[in-house]
Every structure is written in C-alpha cells, then in structure tokens.
C-alpha cells in the first residue's frame, strides 16, 4: 500500500464524492404550481379559517401525519420553532425542569427556556448516543416535568424512556430532527413520545430549505402547537382553549412554496433511507475487520436512518490519538461536490457538550440576576460542571468519528474508497505515532 497521503504519498480518491442533491423536476413543478395560483401565504394570525394556513400547508400535514401514521401534524419554519411549540404545547410553570442530552443542536436544549424552564443534562447511552434511559431516572426531581430526547444521528430513542415517563407522570418530547423514518418496534421516531418533532432543514434526509413538523396525537397538545405557531394570544379566544399560560403569539409559519417542495420530498423518503441504509450496513461491516472501531449499533427492533455514520474509536487499541487517526483519514479523502468548502466530510466529536456553553456555565439566561436558573432554589443545581455527563465528554473529545460519506447519493464503489481509506490508515498507523494534532 502506499505511502500515506499526510506524508505525501498518493490518497485513496482524488475526485470528489457525488453531491447529496433529492430536488428535482417534481419540486420545480411543485413550486411552479404555487406560482401560478399566486398565493405564496394563506395564514392569518386571528380566528379564522386562514389561521389554520393554505393548501399546500393543510396537504402537506395531511400527508405527514399519513406517513407517520399520527393523527396531527403541524407545519412550521423549523425544527427550532417545532422545539418551541412542542414545549410550550406542554403548559409548565417556570422553574419546571426539562430533561435533556447533552450531545446535540443546542436549539434543543434551548427550548425549555425560552418558557422559563430550567433544561437538566442527563448522560447518553454510548452504543446508541441517545439519552441513556438510567441515567435519566438519576436526574429525576420532584421538580421535573418533562424529558427532551434526541434521536441522535438517527437511532431511536429507548423505549424504556416512554416507560419512565408515563411512570413519573412526565411529558416526553421527541426531537427526530435527524431520523426521519426511523422505527423502534415498528414505530416511527418522533412518534415514541406525547408529541414529536421533525426537521425540514436543507442537510437533512429530505429538506424545503428551512422547516420542520411538529407530530401528536393528543388533540390539546396539537391545538396549543398550532397557536403558538400563530399568534396565539390573538386567537386563544375562537378556539375555545381555556389554560392560556404558555400560549405567546409567535410567527413560526411555513410558507406555501415550501410546503409544496417537502409534499414532494415525503414521497422520496423511503428510497433515499433505503440507500443510506446500504451504503451504512455495509461499511459497518467492512470497518469492524479494524479492531479500534465501532461502528454503530442496530438493535433486531431498530431501523436506523443515518443521518451520519457514527464510529467509536478507541485509543487503547489503536495508539495513536483519534485526531491524529481522523486527520490521516481526511488527507486520504476528497471532498464533496457542491459541499466543497466544508471539507472531507469526516471528523472527530460532535458538539461539545452544551452545558459548557456559557449560557449554562454563567447560568444566565434573562437579564443579568441568573433567571430562571435561580428558580430551582439551589445555587449548585442544576450541576452543569465539566465531567458531569463523563460519557458524553469521552464521546466528543476521545471516541467519537462521524461522517457523511454513505449518503443516498453514494454506490458501494464509493463506499469501498472509504473503507480503503481507513484501513490504509490503520495498516501505516505506526508511522503516525510520532504526530500528535498540532502538528498537522
């Protein structure tokens, strides 16, 4: 084999990986059909029958709430906003503790504040890297009223967390941003808790640019999301809804052509996780002849989506650093077309586990006296020093690889030029031993 590319030496692939592109002729005429009606917005924010949106908006959540198998969908301008109206949608009294991961978008997490709730960290489950169901049940007080999950990286969140909550007599909400399809026990993510949540943004499976859905099938649930998507205040009122707490008018709207695009974009879902499914089945069957890595986890009930191809990588093993290791598999790899400058879709961690951002660290979040941190009665609580979450802070800073190198887009020719690039890294793996990262 020859010589590594970070020393020179030729890399496995030179041209670039094939773009991950889903629109096509159906979304040009989709929106072409919006155009010509010329109403790109049928929504009104007061009691009225525009309050509920146009028609691409009502057939789009028609056709999700099909596909899911839910009875509500709700359309709205992200999976932020979705977050927001799926808490909110819960009416909690501030100072109520929310349950979240650590290892995630921090518009997750951000969530419960925004209603002045007070977001608690709970540790991941390190084959699954969705909250570790254990570790919740520790994080449990007499003030806490809601647990926020993640499908992260496309795995459904345990089933014991449903468990747990109906237990406690706590809401779970789902954040299935990334696992569009994803089933557990042939239920879809986003639909294993009271109310979930979908993204529409532009690098996940299917996209409208900007978007999201908000899932349920509690009808008082489902009515609190539409309001607070719509200017709730204003219309509280006509809808007859009596607990108005919670219900702050917002304008988290979709507008019609955007709908119009992820109508078409739902119908190629199953095929595009099909491929992603391929491509990821097979590469994690290839890299586990390499002793350090683990490559993701499927249980018998489990149909993963994949938004990304997340590996552990352990040291121990390998000896040298997973930096170094992931540094050396990049310089092996070209780039993706129409993601050029992003660079080899390769990396070493995630996100940093939020709690270290300093919104958490300073415990500030309104004004400048702590709000509504101060609320839990208790300056040391919640805990958000480093190595409170150890698992998630491993992950991140030591074990975790994830990359986008297996999506739909992809044939296994071009899996096997990733599988070629690791193994060649890990056969010339003693030549790295004298790098460390600041020397790359």
């Not at 799926?86 to 009416?91: P, T």
């Not at 999950?149 to 795995?155: K, M, P």
């Not at 887009?409 to 600041?438: N, T, Y």
Request: charged share 25%; net charge negative; glycine share 8%.
């Amino acid at each position: 084999m020859s010589k590594l590319a970070i020393f020179g030496g030729k890399p496995v692939r030179s041209y670039p990986f094939p773009p991950y592109r889903t629109l096509g002729e159906e979304e040009i005429e989709a929106v072409n059909r919006v155009m010509e009606k010329g109403q790109l917005s049928r929504f009104i924010g007061a009691w009225h029958p525009d309050f509920w949106g146009g028609e691409e908006i009502r057939a789009l959540e028609e056709e999700w709430a099909a596909f899911f198998n839910v009875k509500h969908a709700i359309a709205v301008n992200s999976c932020t906003s979705g977050l927001q109206c799926a808490i909110g949608a819960l009416d909690l009294e501030p100072g109520d503790e929310v349950i979240v991961p650590p290892l995630t978008m921090s518009a997750t997490v951000v969530a419960p504040l925004v209603f002045d709730c007070i977001p608690v960290f709970s540790d991941c489950d390190p084959a699954t890297f969705c909250l570790d169901p254990e570790r919740v049940q520790d994080a449990i007080t007499h003030r806490t009223r809601a647990i926020l999950a993640v499908d992260l990286f496309g795995h459904p969140i345990s089933e014991r967390l449903r468990e747990i909550a109906k237990d406690k007599g706590l809401y779970l909400v789902e954040d299935a941003a990334q696992a569009p399809g994803a089933t557990k026990g042939g239920r879809y993510s986003g639909t294993l808790g009271d109310i979930g949540v979908f993204s529409l943004n532009y690098h996940k499976h299917i996209h409208c640019g900007e978007g999201g859905i908000v899932v349920t099938d509690d009808d008082d649930l489902a009515i609190r999301a539409r309001l607070i998507r719509n200017h709730a205040e204003s219309c509280v009122e006509g809808a007859g809804v009596e607990s108005i707490s919670g219900l702050i008018g917002f304008n988290f709207r979709l507008t019609e052509i955007q709908a119009a695009i992820a109508r078409e974009q739902l119908k190629k879902l199953p095929e595009l996780l099909s491929k992603r499914r391929a491509n990821a089945r097979w590469l994690s069957k290839e890299l586990k002849d390499i002793p350090a890595l683990s490559p993701p986890e499927e249980g018998e009930d489990v149909d993963h989506a994949y938004y990304v191809h997340a590996i552990r990588y352990d040291e121990k093993v390998a000896e040298i650093s997973r930096d170094v290791f992931v540094a050396a598999v990049r310089r092996e790899l070209p780039v993706m077309a129409g993601r050029e400058e992003d660079g080899v879709l390769i990396r070493g961690g995630y996100v940093r586990p939020l709690y270290l951002l300093p919104i958490f660290q300073q415990k500030r979040c309104y004004g400048r006296k702590g709000y509504p941190f101060t609320l839990s009665g208790r300056s040391e609580w919640p805990n958000y020093t480093e190595g409170c979450c150890p698992v998630s802070e491993r992950l991140h800073f030591k074990e975790l690889i994830i990359h986008e190198l297996m999506h739909a887009g992809l044939s296994i020719s071009d899996m096997k030029d990733v599988r070629d690039a690791f193994f060649k890294v890990w056969e010339k793996r003693d030549e790295l031993k004298r790098l460390s990262i600041q020397d790359i």
